[in-house]
C-alpha cells in the first residue's frame, strides 16, 4: 500500500515491480508520517512493467507517472465508483486532486479515509495541508493539532510545528460562520412577571420581559500579513445579530492593527496589537472606542498547549447613555489539550473589570468554562458538550432597588456536528443552549433556551 510503504505515489512507482500491492494494515501508519507533507514531484518514466501490472491501482500509477493527471483522476473514479471504501483509491485520488489544484476536492478523500480510521497519521496530515493551501487556517490548524497528539516521529512533529508556523504568518486567511438560531428569550427579558419595589409590585412591561425569537446569526473576519517576515498583520472581525422586528439586533466590528515578536521557537508565540471597536445596539450605535492586546501561546510536548492575554478597552458611548466613558481591563489564561487525534478538551478561565468615569458606575467579574469535542466514527458525528460559571458584581447600587445587583450565571451547550455533509467546505452543527442567570435583583433574574444550526467550516 502506498501508506504503508511511506513514498509519495510518483515515487512509488518507481521502485514498483511486484505484481500486486500489499493490504492496508492501518498499525504501520506511524511509520509513513516521517515523509514530507510537500507535493510528490515528478520524476523519471515509470519502469515498463508498471502499466502491465494486474492490480486495479497499476493503470492509475501508470498515468500519474506519465504526468497525465486528468487521466488519473478518471481511472481512479471509476475505481472508487466500484470500490468506494478503498484505501489506496482515496490517497491516490487525494494526491491526484492536489495535483490538478483541487484542494477541497482532496480535502473530500481524506476525510473519507480519516472516516474509516480518524487515528491515521497520514491522512489527517495531507488534509491539514490542502486545507492551509486553500486558505482555510482555522481548520488546517485544527487537524494539524489534533495529528501532533498522534505520537509523530520527532522529524515530522518538527515540520508540523513549521506548517503551524506559516498559517499564522499566512499571508491572507478568512474565516465566516452563519446560524439559525431560534430561542425563548432574544433580548435577555427578566424570567419573571412583576417586581417589588418599596413594598409595591410593578408589572414588567414586554419589553422587559423574555421575548422569544429566530435570529440569523452571522461571524466573519480576515487576517491579513505584511512586511517581508510578515510579522506585521491586519485583522477584522465582525459579528451580527438580526431578529425579526430588529428589537434585539446587534452589530459588532473590530479592526485591528499588530506584530508577532520573535520568540525564537516556532512553538512559543508572542504578539501585541493595537486596534479599535464598534458597537451597534436596535440599530443605534452604543459605544466605540480603542482596543489593546497582548497575547501569547505556548505548546507543551505533542498535545497540550496554554495561553493567556491582556486587553485595555477605552469606550465611548453615545449621548443619553447611563455614563459616556468607561475602561475596561480583561485577563484570560487556558489550556488546549488533544488526545487520540479525535478528542479536544479546553478550560478557560477570564476576569475583567469595568470603571465608569462617573465612579457609581462598574462591574468586576470572574467565569470559568470547560468543554469537551470528540469525534465518533458512528455517522461520522463530532459531539461536543461545554459548561461555564461567571459571577459578576457591579459597583453602586441600581436604581429604584437601592441594592449593589450581583449575578451567576450558569451555562451549558450540547452540539453535533455531522462531518459527512460537507457542502462547500461546510458542515452542518447543530447545538443546544442553555443559560441561567441568577441576580439578586428580580428584573435581571433570566434563563434562556436556544438551538442553534450553524454552517461550519472547522470540522
Known amino acids: 500500500m502506498l501508506l504503508l510503504l511511506g513514498l509519495p505515489a510518483i515515487v512509488y512507482a518507481d521502485t514498483l515491480s511486484a ?7 492501518p498499525q504501520n501508519i506511524p511509520a509513513v508520517a516521517a515523509e514530507t507533507l510537500t507535493p510528490p514531484a515528478n520524476t523519471s518514466p515509470p519502469p515498463a512493467d508498471v502499466a502491465d501490472m494486474d492490480h486495479p491501482l497499476a493503470a492509475v500509477l501508470a498515468a500519474m507517472k506519465q504526468g497525465r493527471w486528468s487521466l488519473a483522476q478518471q481511472r481512479v473514479h471509476a475505481l472508487l465508483a ?4 478503498d484505501m489506496d483509491a482515496l490517497f491516490l485520488a487525494g494526491q491526484i486532486a492536489e495535483q490538478l489544484q483541487q484542494p477541497q476536492q482532496a480535502a473530500t478523500y481524506y476525510r473519507q ?7 491515521l497519521p497520514r491522512p489527517r496530515l495531507e488534509l491539514a495541508k490542502v486545507l492551509w493551501q486553500a486558505g482555510e487556517a482555522e481548520a488546517a490548524e485544527h487537524h494539524f493539532r489534533l495529528a501532533q497528539s498522534l505520537r509523530l516521529p520527532e522529524n515530522v512533529a518538527r515540520q508540523v510545528d513549521h506548517y503551524l508556523l506559516a498559517i499564522k504568518r499566512q499571508h491572507l ?15 435577555q427579558g427578566s424570567s419573571h412577571q412583576t417586581v417589588e419595589i418599596d ?6 412591561s414586554d419589553s422587559s420581559r423574555a421575548q422569544a425569537g429566530v435570529g440569523l446569526h452571522v461571524n466573519a473576519g480576515g487576517q491579513y500579513r ?11 472581525q465582525l459579528s451580527a445579530q438580526e431578529y425579526a422586528g430588529r428589537q434585539s439586533d446587534s452589530l459588532y466590528g473590530r479592526l485591528m492593527l499588530g506584530k508577532n515578536i520573535d520568540t525564537g521557537s516556532p512553538r512559543r508565540q508572542l504578539q501585541a496589537a493595537v486596534g479599535i471597536q464598534h458597537v451597534q445596539y436596535q440599530q443605534r450605535a452604543l459605544y466605540s472606542g480603542a482596543v489593546v492586546q497582548l497575547d501569547y501561546s505556548q505548546q507543551w510536548g ?10 485595555a478597552q477605552q469606550l465611548h458611548y453615545r449621548p443619553g447613555y447611563a455614563y459616556l466613558r468607561a475602561q475596561q481591563h480583561w485577563l484570560s489564561g487556558g489550556i488546549n489539550i488533544v488526545q487520540g487525534g479525535r478528542t479536544r478538551y479546553q478550560a478557560i478561565l477570564q476576569a475583567g473589570s469595568s470603571r465608569a468615569q462617573e465612579k457609581a458606575h462598574g462591574f468586576e467579574t470572574v467565569g470559568l468554562s470547560a468543554s469537551v469535542q470528540h469525534m465518533l466514527n458512528w455517522q461520522q458525528l463530532t459531539v461536543g458538550a461545554k459548561v461555564g460559571y461567571s459571577h459578576t458584581r457591579y459597583r453602586g447600587t441600581t436604581a429604584f432597588f437601592e441594592q449593589t445587583r450581583q449575578e451567576q450565571q450558569y451555562t451549558g451547550q450540547l452540539s453535533l456536528l455531522k462531518r459527512n455533509w460537507s457542502w462547500h467546505g461546510f458542515a452542518p452543527e447543530l447545538a443546544l443552549q442553555y443559560s441561567r442567570n441568577r ?3 428580580a428584573l435581571y433574574d433570566r434563563h434562556s433556551r436556544q438551538i442553534r444550526f450553524t454552517l461550519n467550516k472547522v470540522f
Open 113 to 119: 479515509m480519516l472516516a474509516q480510521n480518524p487515528q
Open 302 to 311: 505533542n498535545n497540550t498547549q496554554w495561553f493567556a492575554g491582556w486587553e
Open 199 to 204: 413594598d409595591k409590585i410593578f408589572t414588567l
Open 439 to 441: 441576580a439578586n435583583i
Open 173 to 187: 486567511s478568512w474565516y465566516i460562520s452563519v446560524s439559525l438560531a431560534p430561542g425563548n428569550n432574544i433580548n
Open 19 to 25: 505484481p500486486g500491492l500489499p493490504q492496508y494494515t
Open 226 to 236: 505584511f512586511s517581508p517576515q510578515r510579522q506585521w498583520f491586519s485583522t477584522l
Open 82 to 85: 466500484a470500490t468506494p471504501t
